[in-house]
């Protein structure tokens, strides 16, 4: 008998519940897995509470591209030792006999894939306008297809089965295909069912209608807007298969399917009407024609559209100049290989340049890369330690909920050429205690456990302060690793001149594994360049009317050092300001401008870095465009609010802040790349507007959230403490 493999793929928070019913039906197959794999798509806290309920499962992080293919992908990769791989989607529910069923047909060597019948669960109930022949578009069995057990192009990715050995031979799904969190494309299995036919062109795929699965539909996916971008987003997806294949003559299924299925549909629900005065009936032939009319337009678009180049992900390296180039491998998991390199030059702690080289792969030539670089001058080696008297350093990480991210950050963080004297990792509202547990477990004597009850970046940073005694204090974030000479870098500038307040360094990509992390980094990233450069009201006064507004030029809150004296003398940072608050952002820019309008320096240096894991998901990018609008509008309201007179300052900087964001010149919009999805920028711009509600509204709360408590408890709580 072969072994067989369950695979069941998930990204949602909001499916966990459905997503525990999938699991505990697998575990309860009468034919009873050989192993069942759970594969968590990029989403921590989902993957940290899956792994704790079910120790039954191996629940993995997938490892690949983000998207349903790559984490299926990671799933066949796992289940290496399986004859065959089944899988499961996160949101349905197998019969008991389920696996039994598909395993039998595997007896006959000829078959190489076998698929079951997908029966819908409508939570709010079936609309009378949804056609039976349009079940597909949530996933489900349709119209049209077998209604006894035989040979099939593709079965339906809820519910497959194929041997191991297939994607041995053929690969895995085309990554870049299929869904990706919300959005609606599909057709992965569609492709790669195609390419195993043609290298097996004798061999069968079967689809059995009595190996069944039940499909969970939320009321969302019966709105007729759902059904408009799943039919629209069907027909894309089949022209991305004929594009990536040349598969045009083996789409007869879906020729037979408009030809002979459709229009029986739309016959069937007129008489409807006629015959059993069922009003839906015009409804769902109506449904019928709308729908092909959707997916061919579309598909028809996408055909003569010019499509941007397939993306592929770009390896990032470090190279010190006065080291030996190693062979650098572009191999990754998965099908797609990285294309080309992001490189940091370095000449000892020294950042020299960013070089970015294109490859075709599979291994990048030592010369190659020297071609790249020779052109660039030779420095000195330079150690991030200085001569002279050390102050104690302090290190302040605010955290919520992501123990993973904050264990790989200290990690770095004690792996320091300087360690700091201090470190504190405050805790802000978190929903879990596994931040508390990490630190008392792995970290109890190093690392002091701050409690923040009250969400905000802002408040949590006023927090850490509290608890250091140090003058000099760095803030990270969570999501980054620290560079081996990252406290050395940032301590230097403000232990060789006392009037320097505030330091930022360089903010560079840990990965850049996703278009949208491509984006996050061509967008402005958070790195502000190799050089560095000292700001103050005097003698190093940029010449821009927008100084020092722009205060987004200075650095980025992930990244960045002060001397406590001089931001508690300018009131530390707003608890109105920052993510968790109602203005979503802002809180490093208003602590920046503050410095420097209290007449402190604000260095920029470049030899402070850190590597941030900017967002994987495209489907989280439109409110992070809109938060860091909001954060910048918000920040320029509270400058206003703390000193009326800068309005007229403002107002007449107001042409040079246009142009400066969306004119003729800007650099912020020549950098991005061609592919950047416009309605992020106008998110972007929304966010500003809606940026001065925002923190009126979070500094209104703010003042009552400061108003005083009575009790113990709340008195522990003011004080940070556990």
């Not at 941007?308 to 099908?335: C, E, M, N």
């Not at 974030?477 to 230097?492: G, P």
């Not at 991005?672 to 709360?701: C, F, H, Q, T």
């Amino acid at each position: 008998m072969s072994s067989i493999a369950v695979v069941i793929c998930a990204y949602s928070d909001e499916r966990r519940q459905q997503l525990g019913a999938a699991i505990g039906s697998v575990l309860n197959q009468t034919r009873r897995p050989d192993r069942v794999v759970v594969v968590i798509d990029h989403n921590e806290g989902l993957l940290r509470a899956i792994q704790a309920s079910f120790p039954g499962a191996d629940v993995i992080a997938n490892d690949a591209a983000q998207g349903l293919s790559g984490a299926r992908n990671t799933g066949v990769r796992a289940a290496k030792s399986a004859d065959v791989i089944a899988f499961l989607d996160d949101d349905a529910v197998a019969e008991p006999d389920w696996l039994a069923r598909l395993a039998s047909h595997y007896a006959d060597p000829r078959v190489i894939g076998v698929g079951g019948k997908v029966l819908p669960l409508w939570q709010g109930g079936r609309p009378r306008w949804f056609p039976e022949e349009f079940q597909w578009v949530v996933g489900c069995s349709y119209r049209g297809m077998p209604e006894t057990l035989g040979p099939v192009r593709n079965p339906i990715g809820c519910n497959m089965s194929f041997r191991r050995s297939v994607f041995d031979a053929v690969g895995g799904f085309r990554e870049g295909m299929g869904r990706s969190g919300q959005d609606a494309a599909g057709c992965e299995e569609t492709e790669w069912c195609i390419r195993a036919r043609q290298r097996y062109p004798d061999s069968i795929i079967l689809y059995d209608p009595e190996a069944m699965v039940h499909h969970q539909v939320t009321p969302e996916r019966t709105r007729w807007d759902y059904f408009r971008r799943r039919c629209r987003a069907e027909g894309r997806s089949k022209n991305a298969v004929v594009k990536a294949i040349g598969a045009t003559n083996k789409l007869g299924s879906e020729r037979a399917y408009v030809a002979r299925t459709l229009p029986v549909g739309v016959a069937r629900g007129l008489l409807d009407m006629v015959i059993r005065m069922d009003v839906g009936g015009p409804m769902r032939a109506g449904a019928i024609v709308a729908g092909l009319a959707y997916t061919v337009t579309s598909y028809v678009a996408a055909k003569f559209s010019r499509s941007p180049p397939a993306f592929r992900p770009i390896k990032i390296v470090s190279l010190d100049q006065a080291k030996p180039v190693p062979p650098i491998d572009l191999t990754r998991p998965g099908d797609v290989s990285y294309g080309s390199l992001f490189c940091l030059v370095r000449s000892g702690v020294r950042p020299l340049a960013i070089v970015e080289l294109e490859h075709a792969g599979p291994v990048v030539d030592p010369a190659d890369l020297l071609a790249k670089i020779a052109s660039l001058r030779s420095l000195p080696p330079v150690t991030a330690v200085r001569e002279g008297p050390k102050e104690t350093v302090a290190v302040v990480i605010a955290t919520r909920d992501r123990a993973d991210s904050l264990n790989r950050c200290l990690t770095s963080l004690f792996d320091q050429t300087r360690v700091p004297d201090e470190v504190v990792v405050v805790d802000n509202a978190p929903a879990t205690t596994e931040t508390a547990e990490l630190i008392s477990t792995q970290y109890r004597g190093r690392v002091k456990y701050a409690f923040e009850p009250t969400p905000g970046l802002g408040r949590a940073h006023n927090t850490g302060l509290r608890h250091v005694s140090s003058d000099i204090v760095l803030f990270t974030d969570d999501d980054v690793v620290l560079d081996r000479h990252w406290v050395a870098a940032m301590a230097a500038p403000m232990e060789e001149d006392s009037a320097v307040g505030c330091v930022t360094g360089l903010i560079l990509p840990a990965e850049l594994e996703t278009r949208a992390q491509v984006w996050t980094e061509r967008h402005g990233g958070f790195g502000k360049g190799l050089q560095r450069r000292v700001y103050d009201l005097n003698a190093n006064r940029p010449k821009s009317v927008l100084f020092p507004f722009t205060a987004g030029q200075f650095g980025s809150g992930a990244n960045m050092a002060f001397r406590a004296s001089a931001l508690r003398r300018v009131g530390g940072f707003d608890s109105a300001l920052g993510a968790g608050t109602l203005a979503r952002g802002g809180d490093d820019l208003a602590a920046f401008f503050a410095i420097v309008a209290g007449g402190y320096r604000l260095v920029y240096q470049p030899e402070g870095i850190i590597w941030h894991y900017h967002r994987r998901g495209e489907e989280g990018m439109r409110r992070q465009a809109y938060c860091y609008g909001m954060g910048l509008g918000a920040y320029l309201t509270k400058i206003v609010v703390d000193e009326p007179r800068r309005a007229l300052q403002l107002a007449a900087a107001f042409p040079a802040g246009i142009l400066h964001m969306a004119g003729p010149t800007s650099e912020k919009t020549a950098r991005l790349p061609s592919d950047y999805p416009r309605r992020l920028i106008w998110m972007e711009r929304l966010g500003i507007l809606a940026g001065v509600p925002g923190y009126l509204r979070s500094l209104a709360k703010r003042r009552r959230d400061d108003r005083p408590q009575g009790g113990l408890a709340a008195r522990r709580h003011a004080e940070g403490e556990v």
